[in-house]
């Protein structure tokens, strides 16, 4: 075997955690300490990029809610160009990239290019809820967990939500700040509107800000702590443990 055939060109898609930069794991670190360019996204905190070496190309691609963004189309052209003019890429991407975070579209995007992929998870936003006394989890009170997005791609709230509400699971909603009416409405005409429920946004970064109340609230609940997006929305008794006979 030729031992002197180049290596094929690498992209290594990885998780930045929810915020505070001590929570990328190890192997993040150490990808992040070897990188040779860096396509990095709105939710990735850029104290990260401190990790890299001097050399290390480094390419915002963000996509800023309901404004300005890196059409998907640009991004996976960045990956194919650097991939092979640098033999490797890291997509670091805020959270987990495979929850709501696209990143196996860009993974199938890399390998049909001829590109070695790698996966390197991360902390999501809802593992951060712990910061706040919320597990997501508890032994009699909540047996699961409904992840759901609170903005399909066509824009409406998935329909996952009214089947989330029959259970006794906690949900979980991602990028569901500009659908809190419709969330809200939804519970109350299912006759589910004294459930409690908080929102966390910025969870785990030096400007977190969360509120607790009840599912029907949230619209008035955000508006009194002036919570906006990135925002994850908790629904489900685990937020009240820490009342007095929680």
């Known amino acids: 075997m030729n031992s002197n055939l180049p290596s094929p060109p690498e992209l290594y898609v990885l998780g930045a955690g929810p915020g505070d ?13 070897q990188a040779k360019a860096v396509l990095y996204d709105n939710l990735a905190n850029r104290e990260l990029l401190n990790l890299t070496p001097p050399d290390c190309a480094q390419i ?19 990956i194919k160009h650097f991939a092979f003019s640098k033999g490797s890429v890291v997509r670091l991407k805020g959270g987990d990239p ?6 196996f579209e860009e993974i199938i995007y890399a390998r049909e290019q001829g590109i070695k992929t790698y996966f390197i998870p991360g902390i999501t936003s809802m593992q951060a809820s712990g910061l706040e ?11 699961g967990i409904w992840v759901v997005t609170g903005t399909k791609k066509d824009g409406t709230l998935s329909g996952d939500l009214r089947l989330a509400m029959q259970s006794n699971a906690t949900v979980v909603i991602y990028m569901g700040m500009k659908q809190l009416a419709s969330i809200a409405a939804t519970y ?15 969870a785990s970064t030096p400007h977190q ?3 607790k109340g009840l599912v029907r609230d949230l619209v008035t609940m955000a508006d009194s702590k002036q919570l ?5 929305i908790i629904i489900g008794a685990v937020v009240d443990l820490c009342k007095p006979g929680g």
């Open 60 to 78: 915002y691609v963000g996509k800023q809610p309901y404004g300005k963004y890196t059409p998907q189309e640009e991004i996976h052209s960045l």
């Open 133 to 143: 006394d919320i597990p997501l989890t508890h032994r009699a009170i909540s047996e």
């Open 188 to 202: 109350v005409d299912a006759g589910h509107g004294e459930i409690p429920a908080a929102i966390i946004q910025h």
């Open 209 to 211: 800000k969360s509120v």
């Open 228 to 232: 906006t997006y990135p925002a994850i």
């Open 98 to 103: 495979f929850i709501f975070g696209r990143g």
């Open 21 to 33: 930069p001590e929570l990328i794991t190890v192997k993040g670190y150490k990808i992040l300490q």
